[in-house]
């Protein structure tokens, strides 16, 4: 029996997550057949069986400085790829989020071997910025598997590849951010409430954010004397938060590990937080929030004109209408922050109208049915079936 030949490309921890998820399903569809595995992922993918390219640290740089500090080696590792996806002639090209690469990628294994079938997981967000890159992507990638519900129409919209709404790896994880019943009990304390900070994930959004946040924080303390801050910290800015943190007129208590993270989630009343990913968490966890960007100047001015969009904030543009607030640049003041938050600790038409909203994110979210890795095999698997292959 002849096996099947995938190759994944993963430049991150979060590609790798995916990846893993994906190739259970897919073992399961593949039922006796054998699997043959190369590419570039982490640890856990090797140790599943994947023969790697190149080290994937190679590749894992964020930043502008770094990427071009590292530009070199990046431009060399896209062409090894390519040259090893061709030798290794897969069924399936499967490249998974960190866009800037795993897509040049696929542009230069489409040069090299154009039968070659090609599926991106994570839909780029074209929809918001850049937008010309939905239609250069289109000869290349023959499917793009979405972790959002409006990308499939944004991308026919814009003359994208073909895609599929798969479903949100978050969906899954809804008991993990929810309460139960002994945690419902704190989350329902108004008078004592627990409050989530959440600055981001970036260095520049701690250093924009946070001064702000603190002293927001300082005024809903004055309001609601028996609030506790609670401020999760991603481990390799943990002392950038700290030291930030150090400075607020009043301390949040500063949360470590993923455990601890989703622990505040089932506890919190309410949240503020920088826009972003976890704006969608919050919704899905049902933790009524207020959202802040704050950056340079320069960086501001870029964004609004190059993104077109009604609103920043995940859920508002999942249900097409704004009921998560947002401030943005100099409207996020402590003043305006506080104010709103206050608004949704409180029982009332601002608190329930977030929760309404939340509901229509989730029915929205399930759309796509319960497992988004099993969506994902069977989008793939459909994708081969149209250029004449099969399992």
Not at 298 to 317: C, F, H, M, Y
Not at 341 to 369: H, K, N, T, Y
Request: charged content about 20%; some cysteine; glycine content about 8%.
């Amino acid at each position: 029996m002849r096996p099947f030949r995938l190759v994944i490309v993963a430049g991150e921890a979060s590609g790798d997550a995916l990846a893993l998820r994906f190739l259970r399903v897919l073992r399961q569809r593949l039922g006796e057949r054998p699997l043959e595995l190369a590419g570039v992922g982490g640890q856990g993918l090797i140790e599943d069986g994947l023969k790697p390219f190149f080290p994937q640290a190679d590749i894992a740089v964020m930043g502008f400085g770094p990427v071009i500090a590292r530009l070199p080696l990046l431009l060399r590792r896209m062409s090894d790829a390519a040259k090893g996806t061709a030798e290794f002639k897969p069924d399936l090209l499967l490249t998974i989020d960190a866009p800037d690469f795993g897509l040049r990628v696929a542009q230069k294994v489409r040069k090299r071997a154009p039968a070659i079938p090609i599926a991106h997981w994570v839909c780029p967000s074209v929809w918001a910025w850049r937008s010309g890159r939905a239609r250069r992507m289109a000869p290349h990638v023959d499917r793009i598997l979405a972790l959002l519900p409006f990308e499939p129409a944004a991308l026919e919209r814009l003359h994208g590849p073909k895609t599929v709404y798969v479903g949100h790896p978050l969906v899954e994880r809804l008991a993990e951010l929810r309460p139960d019943a002994d945690e419902a009990t704190r989350r329902d304390d108004a008078a004592t409430p627990d409050i989530l900070i959440l600055p981001g994930s970036r260095r520049s959004e701690i250093n924009h954010l946070m001064p702000v946040f603190g002293e927001a924080v300082a005024l809903i303390a004055k309001a609601v004397p028996g609030a506790r801050f609670l401020l999760p910290a991603v481990p390799h800015l943990h002392g950038l938060i700290a030291e930030r943190a150090a400075s607020w007129p009043l301390a949040p208590q500063l949360v470590g590990g993923e455990a601890g993270k989703l622990a505040a989630f089932r506890s919190a009343r309410a949240a503020l937080a920088a826009s972003g990913t976890v704006t969608l968490e919050l919704a899905l966890a049902q933790v009524p929030t207020v959202a802040a960007y704050r950056g340079a100047d320069w960086e501001a001015a870029i964004a609004k004109r190059l993104i077109k969009l009604p609103s920043v904030i995940l859920p508002n543009l999942i249900v097409g209408r704004s009921f998560v607030p947002e401030f943005i640049q100099e409207t996020a003041t402590a003043e305006a922050l506080s104010g709103k938050l206050l608004d949704v600790l409180a029982e009332g038409p601002a608190r329930a109208a977030q929760l309404a909203g939340f509901d229509e994110v989730e029915a929205i979210m399930r759309s796509a049915g319960a497992s988004p890795a099993a969506n994902a095999v069977d989008a793939a698997l459909a994708l081969l079936a149209e250029r004449g292959s099969s399992v």
